[in-house]
């Protein structure tokens, strides 16, 4: 069993995105800068926040913090990024969701302008990476193509089951695996909550990618020996033995799935650095496109 080391590759990333950067400094070129929009004082959010405003730093990026408060209207909202989707010296920007019941997340994303949205959230980009054309993927989902292409996992011809079909994680996913390339190439089967008899299908699977946010659900029983296992799910479930009181715990049930797979992501360390790598790599990618438009 090979462990698929987030941890390690996100700072193998940043080490080659500062390398960018500093370039770009040397050529007296505008380094670039990631905005962050929080509503409210939602504290896994805040430290979510707090760990890509530091990542920014160490990478050679400006970065800018919002934080508005959980009373805020939709319009109060909208407002602000129409001031980012305006502000010339922001190459990129995220709202963090969740957002407060009283703000329809839809219309917050639909508002975002496509060529700052580097969480890839925007139906724009979303097409676009459907259709195969470049665009912003999703981080999380960026994050495990990179984790499956560093350690060059065979996915072309392979069976991958999805677990879960949220927009964020699970959907895109379900579509980079099957298209033409590498990662991809390969049979997607994707199920979710009214999918029945999913451990028939699992044990088929040479591939699992699990994002359903339930601790310990993928059983040792549930997969064949040998399959690629990625856990997305993260749950804090309570433990009195931590000095936190918490522990985090993933979808997999990873003390017994680890002696039958071959390659596995650990949580945390695993696809969670990898998230925040791949926003920085986008919002990259949002400066050079920027750059290439104006000259």
């Known amino acids: 069993m090979k462990l698929l080391d987030g941890k390690k590759i996100a700072n193998d990333i940043k080490i080659e995105i500062t390398a960018e950067v500093n370039k770009m400094k040397a050529n007296k070129e505008k380094v670039p800068h990631l905005a962050a929009v929080i509503v409210g004082n939602d504290g896994a959010s805040l430290t979510y926040v707090g760990s890509k405003v530091k990542a920014c730093e160490l990478v050679g990026f400006e970065s800018t913090l919002i934080q508005m408060p959980s009373t805020t209207s939709e319009t109060e909202l909208l407002k ?154 993260i749950t804090r479930v309570a433990d009195e033995t931590d000095p936190r009181g918490y522990r985090i715990t993933g979808d997999v049930d990873f003390d017994a799935v680890s002696k039958k797979a071959s390659y596995i992501t650990p949580v945390p360390g695993g696809v969670g650095p990898m998230t925040i790598a791949m926003l920085l790599k986008n919002t990259l990618l949002a400066r050079e496109q920027k750059r290439h438009r104006l000259e």
Do not use: C, W
């Open 80 to 233: 602000k990024i129409a001031e980012l989707n305006e502000n010339d010296d922001i190459d990129g920007f995220i709202v963090q969701l969740p957002l407060p019941e009283q703000i329809d997340t839809q219309k917050i994303l639909m508002a975002i302008d496509p060529s700052k949205d580097v969480d890839g959230f925007h139906p724009e980009n979303f097409g676009k990476m459907a259709l195969d054309m470049t665009t912003f993927i999703p981080a999380t989902p960026f994050g495990i193509l990179e984790l499956l292409e560093r350690y060059n996992v065979e996915t072309k011809g392979k069976h991958t089951v999805v677990i879960g079909r949220s927009h964020i994680v699970g959907r895109p996913m379900s579509i980079l695996m099957g298209r033409k390339g590498f990662p991809g190439n390969s049979t997607v089967t994707l199920t979710h909550s009214y999918t029945k008899n999913i451990a028939q299908i699992t044990t088929q699977a040479d591939i699992i990618i699990t994002a359903l946010g339930v601790p310990n659900y993928l059983k040792a029983e549930m997969i064949k020996d040998d399959a690629v296992v990625i856990d997305v799910g």
